[in-house]
């Protein structure tokens, strides 16, 4: 994470900052490595082009659940004018992308090649090699979608003639002849001549749930993930036969109840709580009344109202070659009673000077003190370099909330800069050419002051300026994120309540680890308060804040800790009875298919997906019973729960009259409800 | 007179002079010219060569005027600090190619610059094109010489002697152009107009000398022996 931080993410608004806090908190989501294995060869058939960029849903899930997943086959069958193209499925360069690669050869060809390079694995990695599985995955709505079925029943593999094909057919209600018309037709045509034969299996998975919700663009996934878990529990190596012999054959139907840690909203609450916490809490730490001392001091201004860095600036190039101060002495005087008389005064002046001197004193004075100081801001690199070391002065002594103090009292703050420099005075006891000397460098100071502090009054308007902006691009990423935080926010006032304070917590934290002592007004968070920073600086500052806030085991923990965490006032009962409503809530009307009447439907198998270790599965298994069969899911952050229908009469399914098939949604009663990511709790 | 851009060819080069028995004689190089005016000014003052045409013209000097009739310096202004001389090609040449001035043309006061430009003189229709220069190759100056008066007196019982130094009255003098050094002593000391035309009694070390320098930007109006 350390290197991730220096990585630079180049956000430019609210929003790209925001996805990727929640891209990253899901990706850290802990998996836990099991012991599940597949048991047969298994070829994965993406069939046509709708279906084939959802692999990735199916091969995530089998690689995170089964060991011996990279030996899987993936390939991808279209049909392009008369002929079958066969692409392969080939890992990116990350290894989280993948792409497609044509091959060279007939699709059987494709296909026995593909069962061989299982087959030549060790014999250790599939146990039973006398069975292949094939897995077809189908969008109803595509083109020749009949063409695509036939190629599905007729294909044989001449590797392995005991073979187990599944159809997972993607059903579109969704009104309009290339969605609901398109499915329908496809449905009537498989189902006329009920032609399965008893290896052959077809999954109806429709996106119009029994109970009337749609799955939208945004969570269609969820049924391709819910294919990858009927493969899973189809072709475990531990499993039980008897149960897992309802999963095949016939047309059948799956409800689903998916429960998943919230990450997307816990990232969206815990960065937004970020944002606005880090602002409140400096704010209150540092915005402060300042008093004419305390800002004097931080100027770095003395008694003369003179600067430090221009005093030593002052010295280092000016003061270092002004002549000595007995060179007064050769001064040419107009007698040798006048050169004796100024060396009797006390109180000797330029003025004085000048008269012995036919105005030769200030002559000198202007050639060596006054004219060097004069000339050096004429160099346009000087400036530039006094400018910046002032700029940097000024940046590093006033934080951000210090400089909005200034900006509502810029009147008092540059009658303060340009105020006059103050003459340090004179010693009666200097001797004349001391005196003369020491006048000379006060000019030359007061003539080097006038310039430098017309620079430090424009770098401290830049500063103020500068504060300004900071302050409104701060607003914007805010903003911004609270726009986007409308469309992901699923209003749960848990999430909202504990990561807001865990944020909080993070915060408080830092800032008393950063030696926090009363009067210390530096800020916790130099990175993120840099007036000086780009909408960009700004948003890489916060995205770093939030990788250190994310190290918080709080953050990492599975799903039923997150829960115990978030609800930490109901006790382990409580929880369970919770999830299992929620899941029995989710399950209910979650059958993928919506017939216009109601269909004979049997209920084969009840399934839970759910990691070993969670109390949940250990309560489940404790129960012992055989309703349900338990799957031990390497992920943490989630519990699943399928059950399994037979249709025993298929050629009752009439997709078309649902009110989704027939674009008839005049009656808003029959519309199905809005696309929502409801999945987490 | 037409003033014509500066033009590669029409160019004045490596102008330089030297004096020699009551003469003051300039020498250049140049590619192509059928004449050259000479501008002869008080260096202390601005000079351009537009202004210097509306002088000749205000002064009454045809084109073909200044071919026929300037052989010799003329006076373009009252208070005679622009002078003009116009001298051909074959001139140039057959006088190897030199410009003799005598030094009486130049008073000792005055620092003068004195700037050269190519011509082309059309005889058909009497004009004379003045090509402007590109780098200040067309200019030299005639600084003025400064005599100092120095003298020392010892002081009885003392380290240190006194050093009287007096410098000539100079016209239009810039205060600290002229300056004078102690050796031994880093600074020099600028004097001011007042200091002129005054004995000066300077306290220095008795090892020391008092010598006279010319500060750097003054250097083409003074000159120090």
């Known amino acids: 994470m350390e290197q991730e931080k220096n990585i630079q993410k180049n956000f430019c608004n609210g929003k790209e900052l925001l996805e990727c806090c929640i891209h990253k908190l899901n990706e850290n989501q802990q998996k836990e490595t099991g012991g599940n294995v597949a048991l047969y060869p298994t070829v994965i058939i993406m069939m046509g082009n709708k279906c084939r960029n959802f692999v990735q849903y199916i091969k995530n899930t089998l690689d995170e659940n089964w060991n011996n997943a990279c030996f899987l086959q993936y390939l991808c069958v279209i049909k392009e004018d008369s002929q079958w193209k066969v692409f392969i499925l080939r890992d990116g360069d990350n290894k989280k992308t993948y792409t497609w690669e044509m091959g060279n050869i007939n699709w059987e060809m494709s296909l026995d090649n593909a069962i061989v390079r299982m087959l030549e694995t060790e014999e250790k990695i599939f146990s039973s090699r006398t069975s292949v599985k094939l897995e077809y995955v189908l969008d109803a709505t595509e083109e020749d979608s009949m063409e695509y079925f036939k190629l599905f029943q007729q294909t044989n593999n001449t590797m392995c003639p005991n073979e187990l094909k599944t159809l997972y057919l993607m059903l579109d209600q969704r009104p309009g002849d290339s969605h609901v018309g398109a499915s329908h037709r496809l449905l009537r045509n498989i189902v006329k001549d009920n032609v399965l034969t008893g290896s052959q299996t077809v999954y109806l998975l429709s996106n119009y749930l029994n109970s009337g919700q749609m799955l939208g663009d945004n969570n269609i996934w969820q049924n391709y993930r819910l294919s990858a878990n009927l493969i899973l529990l189809g072709g475990n190596k531990k499993g039980s036969d008897r149960v897992i012999q309802n999963l095949f054959r ?16 816990i990232a969206t609450v815990s960065i937004l709580a970020l944002l606005h916490g880090l602002y409140t809490s400096e704010e209150n730490k540092l915005f402060h009344e300042m008093t004419a001392s305390e ?86 690199n000087e400036i530039i370099q006094c400018r910046k070391k002032i700029s940097g002065i000024l940046k590093k002594n006033f934080n951000y909330f210090e400089i909005l103090y200034l900006s509502e009292h810029q009147d008092v ?39 430098a502090k017309n620079i430090i009054k424009d770098e401290l308007e830049l500063l103020l300026e500068s504060a300004q902006n900071f302050k409104e691009t701060y607003i914007k990423c805010e903003k911004e994120m609270e726009q986007q935080r409308f469309v992901t926010d699923s209003k749960s006032e848990s999430v909202e309540k504990f990561y807001s304070e865990t944020v909080k917590e993070y915060i408080e934290q830092k800032q008393q680890h950063f030696n926090y002592i009363p009067d210390n007004y530096s800020t916790t968070f130099p990175e993120v308060f840099s007036v000086s920073n780009t909408k960009e600086e700004l948003l890489q500052a916060v995205w770093n804040e939030y990788l250190g806030l994310i190290k918080n ?12 965490n978030r609800m930490n006032k109901v006790n382990e009962n409580g929880r369970h009875k919770f999830v299992s409503e929620e899941l029995n809530k989710r399950l209910r009307g979650s059958i993928r298919i919506k017939n216009n009447i109601e269909i004979p439907m049997v209920k084969t198998g009840c399934y839970y997906l759910v ?17 349900y069969v338990l799957f031990d899911l390497n992920r943490t952050d989630c519990i699943e729960q399928l059950e399994i229908y037979d249709i025993t009469k298929p050629e009752q399914l009439h997709l078309a009259g649902t009110g989704a098939g027939d674009g008839n949604y005049d009656n808003k009663e029959s519309r199905p409800e809005l696309p929502d990511n409801g999945t987490g709790l | 007179m037409i003033i ?85 090609r074959r001139e140039f040449l057959n006088n190897n190619r030199r410009l003799q001035l005598p030094v009486n043309e130049f008073k000792k006061n005055i620092p003068y610059g004195i700037s050269i430009y190519a011509c082309k003189y059309i005889e058909d229709g009497k004009k004379i094109y003045i090509y402007q220069s590109v780098l200040e190759d067309n200019t030299c100056f005639l600084p ?25 009255v100079i016209d239009g003098y810039k205060d600290g152009a002229v300056m004078y050094h102690v050796s031994g002593i880093v600074p020099d000391f600028p004097l001011p107009q007042q200091c002129l035309g005054r004995e000066l009694v300077i306290t220095i070390p008795r090892q020391s000398e008092v010598s006279i320098r010319i500060q750097e930007k003054y250097k083409k109006y003074y000159k120090d022996r």
């Not at chain 1, 085991?553 to 115990?564: D, K, R, V």
């Not at chain 2, 033009?7 to 004689?25: A, P, S, W």
């Not at chain 2, 003025?144 to 020392?152: F, H, K, R, S, T």
């Open chain 1, 611 to 627: 990691n070993a270790n969670a109390e949940y599965a250990r309560t489940l298994e404790a129960a012992g019973s055989k309703e």
């Open chain 1, 250 to 265: 016939g047309f059948k139907t799956v409800s689903y109840a998916l429960v998943t840690k919230p990450t997307d909203e």
């Open chain 1, 413 to 451: 703050l540059k009658e303060m800069v340009v105020s006059e420099y103050h003459f340090a005075g004179l010693s009666e006891k200097d001797s004349f050419y001391k005196r003369l000397h020491n006048l000379s460098v006060y000019k030359s100071k007061c003539i080097f002051y006038n310039y």
């Open chain 2, 4 to 88: 014509k851009k500066a033009d590669q060819n029409y160019q004045i080069m490596e102008l330089d002079y030297k004096k020699k028995t009551g003469m003051v004689i300039f020498n250049w190089r140049f590619r192509e010219a059928t004449d050259f005016l000479v501008f002869i000014y008080d260096n202390r003052q601005e000079f351009n060569l537009t202004d210097a045409k509306e002088i000749v013209e205000e002064a009454g000097f045809s084109d073909q005027d200044i071919i026929n009739n300037t052989k010799k310096l003329v006076t373009l202004r009252k208070n005679r600090t622009l002078k003009m001389l116009h001298i051909g």
């Open chain 1, 295 to 380: 800002i004097k001091e931080k100027l770095q201004m003395d008694q003369y109202n003179g600067f430090l860095y221009i005093e030593e600036l002052f010295n280092k190039k000016i003061k270092s070659k002004f002549p000595k101060e007995t060179d007064w002495k050769y001064l040419p005087f107009s007698s040798c009673q006048d050169y004796k008389k100024i060396q009797g005064y006390t109180d000797v002046t330029l003025e004085m000077a000048d008269n012995a001197t036919f105005n030769a004193a200030t002559a000198f004075m202007q050639k060596h003190y006054t004219e060097p100081a004069r000339n050096f801001f004429k160099d346009n």
């Open chain 1, 553 to 564: 085991n709080i953050y990492n923990c599975n799903f039923e800790q997150e829960l115990a």
């Open chain 2, 144 to 168: 003025v010489l400064i005599n100092a008066d120095i003298q020392y007196k010892k002081i009885l019982f003392s380290k240190d002697k006194l050093c009287i130094l007096q410098l000539p």
